[in-house]
């Protein structure tokens, strides 16, 4: 039996050796986690900003609700969608269940209530800031929730990145809804589980390790498109 | 800014794309994690697949979620170890009928230091009547799958009612072979697990094999054809040719020819 | 005085207005014509209730009581259009300086040739014309004041409000938004300017309002406000007397 440092250096290499399973299984999760966290914003930054510039009836209530939602667990949204997707559920005719649809789906659901919280609070303070001079200026309130969302794009866009994170570290709810199939829904954070349970710690680690780095790699592009961005704008003065 | 709209676009629209294709023709078996993990699958399947070019998808999970998931249409064929929940299968009419594919047996593992000193044996119950009596730690799956009533029928046979020490030293994980094996091996306890997970596990610490050749021991497979009566989706033609095969001289065969560690795990025995 | 308000054409009234919080009353205005061709300086002490007024009268509160009239009709949409507003603090757009006002004239819907032609007379208007491409965030507070008022006329509107525009100023940031709003007087843009800086009152008014606790107690032109006003409290604050 190999020590666990051997272990961890033979997994490293067929990890650097670029496997074109690993290189699959990589690529199946960021495509999930990225088109479900382009979904998810699109339903929660409008819903978001609804709820921070709209004044109606029960809406302290909704706040809380959509604030608590954020703390769904994973591996009830997989189940719950299950249950919908299933051949049995209301859904089952579309034959969604085990496929990569199924495992945005979820996500999709996990995902909006993070987004749309935080995109709630960041309008609202915008909206305490500019309110009034966007009234002067002649626009209803319908009219501002552009304005303010494309002001408040840096903070919204953390918003986003903390939803992706979100979605490409659960597994609950893919595995569930996706049923960590063998080249067709097996993504990183499944295939760890999958390991785990095999008893192999050491690859499962260094999944995990590729996983983080992914995570990193991400956030560190976007942190580059910004200061690009204000780059631009710095050097036009 | 109109620019990168497209390219946004393009993007998008490349990656749904992926999720979109889904070519060919496949089936899904809704099976064990402890068939999963023994690798079996992954060794016999690419031949039906090469001969019939279906594709099989297998999901693996925990027997009664397999069960469960069966009898919701959310698979094609079922293929477990649990013959009386499989017999109860087919008699509420979720599956069509049960055929036995093969068989493999449990070891009980237990910590190279052997406490409820029952190492070398080859009678479970009266080892876990020695073990019942020590006290020894005793990881068990506690997940209602056919390993776990395999273990609780031992268990009855030795007349030890586990339930008042659970907690105790009879400890529950409620999950996988994999995740229990984890526990046996970082608690030193004793457990109960199919020889094919065993031999496959890469995490067994100061774990051995304590008990084995029990005839009691015996782990049968069934597989059978979920009902396209009662779920019309399902894919009954390409099922009744996997679950042909599996049972026919060829899968057979290829179910013999699996080997670990130089062992043959399953023992094919479909009549 | 006739004369003058035919002259001038646009003509605002605001009619027991009325606004009481907690027992308090924070603004009670029986009667108040806004005619002629200004530029209008409502003063008075901190807490007299100046800006609260200058909200209701741009339509951006309502009061619990009374009504706002401008030219004879009622605060819509579209007379509150030929009105703009420069606040105390501006609120700058997170885009570059000349996307400000590019906001402010795509919504009056001109191509964008004419949009390019607006913003470049706008910024050498004010004095910015080389700070276009520049984050409006980033301006100096004199500057960003001045965008604001410039962002204001780009609505090309007929009455502009200015509440305390130049208080958190330092006096050549203060001349220059003076210099501004005059040259905006002349073009015929009417102003109303809340201050309690009574020498401003003095460089810029054409008329005044002078206003305490809630109420209008005197009104009138610049020079009889001013230097020979009718009410008591008035001439003490006039003197420099703190009022409460």
Redesign the interface.
Known sequence: MQSFAQEMQAAFTLILAGDSELLGIVALSLRVSLLAVLFAALIGMPLGAALAVGRFPGRRALVVLVNALMGLPPVVVGLLVYLMLSRSGPLGVLQLLYTPTAMIIAQVVLVTPIIAALTRQVVEMLDAEYAEQMRSLGLSRLATVPVLLWDGRVALLTAVLAGFGRAIAEVGAVIIVGGNINHVTRVMTTAIALETSKGNLALALALGAVLISIAIAVNALVSLLGARSRAEVMAHA | MIGSVFRMGALVLGLMAGSLAQAGDFIVVQSTTSTQNSGLLDHILPAFEAETGIEVRVVAVGTGQAIRNAANGDGDVLLVHAKAAEEKFVAEGWGVERFDVMYNDFVLVGPASDPAGVRGGSDIVAALSAIAGAEAPFASRGDDSGTHKAELRHWASAGIDVSAASGGWYRETGSGMGATLNLAAGMGAYALSDRATWIAFGNKGDLVVAVEGDARLFNQYGVILVNPAKHPGVKAEAGQRFIDWLTGDEGQAAIAGYTLDGQQLFFPNAK | MRDLVEESGLMIEAQGLRIARGGQRLLDVAHLRLGGPGPTVILGPNGAGKSLLL?CL?G?IGADVGAVRQNGRPLD?DE??R???V?QRP?M????VAGNLD??LR?RGLARRQRQDRIADLLAEGGLQS?????AR?LSVGEAQRLAIL??LA?EPEVLFLDEPTSALDPGATQAIEALVLRASTRGVRIVMVTHDIGQARRLAADVVVMMGGQVVEQGPAAQVLDDPANGAVRRFLAGELIF
């Open positions: 909200r741009h951006l949409g509150r259009a009105q703009a507003m606040f609120v757009l997170r885009r570059s906001f402010v919504r700070r276009g491409g520049q984050s980033s962002r204001a609505t």
